[in-house]
């Protein structure tokens, strides 16, 4: 049986399969060419978009309120649990879905992403209980490392499922799709089982737990007043709604991008690969530099980073350079998630980490919007897609001035 801790980060060694292969990976395009087969394209964006938009309102609402109602409780590996359920539930329907039912796999694809986010919410404020505060950087490193190295794994597989069906036993790439959904599935089942029996959380009975929901509701109104008045909270989560903005839009429209200069398909999942695998030793050296340099100095060496990639995104010309830059974004984008993450554990109140981690994973997962609304606006009115990326650095800048502008590391935690 593993320990605590890596119970708690084979977690996340087997869910980010689902990110990989079903977000990144298959979804979008299967989405259109199966279950959407008929239609046009700017229609299947649109079911898409529309959908997704719904499943992140629903996530922007209630994410607060369950991570309150966990921490009352004390029961936030069963909410981790039931939320998991879901997740692995609805994904390995979507292996069963016939094609031209676009709505039936809209329809689970949110429920599967809602059970994944959600879980994400008590994973991440389980971090306190599998180790002590003097290892939070290096553990939260180590969660994002093994979550790129399994989700890589698997997606090398599926992918190599797809381009060969036949030495899988399977009878063409539609079912190597199918069938892909379910091995993402099953590998997050896993992985929920050894958490579930890993790591241990005593349950507390009391009328606390009892409160209402217009009770709990009024708790959460409380923590965001209370976030409003403790600066360094405000300032950080203000800055990493920017840059968090400025990660995503780089994952999720580096497809779209290379696909505009006329790269091939199979340099992005080749660039996709890639960066999964760097990000795997990448997370890892962060975790080990945050034992040696400030926390804070970390993350805006990150977001310099960004910045430079993204200079470098507007000469690219080859795959070889989307290559390039697949690794680029992998060796910055697992650092820069796993050191906020443990920042902003440093920072919470104790007894109060899934009801503030509700907060942070709002503010992570309602980001994405100004970036991608960005990019397609400087596109639209300057003809250039090159141009269009650009505009993300400015995300970054925001993100940077933001953390600058909150109270610094304190000179006797060097873990900030």
Not at 227 to 254: E, H, R, S
Request: net charge positive; charged share 10%.
């Amino acid at each position: 049986m593993l320990s605590k801790k890596n119970s708690w980060i084979f977690y996340d060694f087997g869910n980010s399969a689902f990110a990989t292969t079903v977000i990144a990976g298959f979804f979008p395009v299967f989405f259109k060419q199966f279950w959407s087969a008929g239609v046009s394209a700017e229609v299947s964006t649109a079911r898409l978009g529309i959908a997704l938009g719904i499943a992140g309102l629903i996530m922007a609402i209630l994410a607060p309120f369950w991570g309150r109602k966990s921490d009352l409780s004390n029961q936030r590996k069963s909410w981790l649990m039931s939320f998991a359920a879901l997740g692995i539930s609805a994904t390995a329907v979507l292996g069963f879905v016939p094609e031209g039912h676009w709505a039936m796999a809209i329809f689970f694809y949110c429920a599967a992403y809602i059970g994944f986010e959600a879980s994400l919410i008590f994973y991440d404020s389980l971090l306190p209980l599998v180790t002590e505060a003097k290892n939070y950087n290096k553990v939260s490193s180590q969660g994002y490392a093994f979550g790129y190295l399994g989700g890589g794994l698997l997606f090398i597989l599926n992918v190599l499922m797809v381009l060969n069906p036949s030495a899988f036993g399977l009878r063409g790439k539609v079912q190597a799709i199918q069938v892909s959904f379910f091995t993402v599935a099953f590998f997050w089942a896993v992985a929920a089982i050894v958490l579930y029996r890993g790591v241990l959380e005593s349950a507390t009975e009391s009328s606390v737990e009892k409160k209402k929901l217009l009770a709990i509701y009024k708790d959460v109104i409380q923590t965001f007043k209370n976030l409003m008045q403790q600066k360094k909270i405000f300032y950080f989560l203000l800055a990493y709604w920017f840059y968090i903005d400025g990660v995503y839009t780089v994952f999720t429209m580096a497809v779209d991008y290379g696909l505009s200069i006329g790269l091939q398909d199979t340099d992005l999942m080749k660039a996709l690969i890639v960066t999964q695998l760097v990000g795997f030793p990448s997370a890892l050296g962060f975790g080990y530099l945050s034992q040696k340099f400030s926390v804070y100095k970390l993350l805006l060496s990150c977001l310099f980073v960004y910045s430079l990639v993204l200079l470098f995104a507007t000469q690219m010309q080859t795959g070889f350079d989307f290559m390039i830059l697949a690794g680029l974004v992998g060796l910055v984008q697992g650092g820069i998630q796993a050191l906020s993450r443990s920042y902003f554990t440093h920072l919470i109140p104790q007894g109060k980490s899934a009801e503030y981690f509700g907060f942070f994973n709002v503010v992570g997962r309602s980001a994405s919007v100004i970036g991608p609304f960005l990019v397609g606006a400087v596109t639209y009115f300057s003809g250039s897609a090159r141009l269009g990326l650009s505009s993300i650095v400015l995300l970054f800048i925001v993100g940077a001035f933001f953390l600058l502008k909150g109270p610094g590391p304190s000179s006797d935690q060097k873990a900030y």
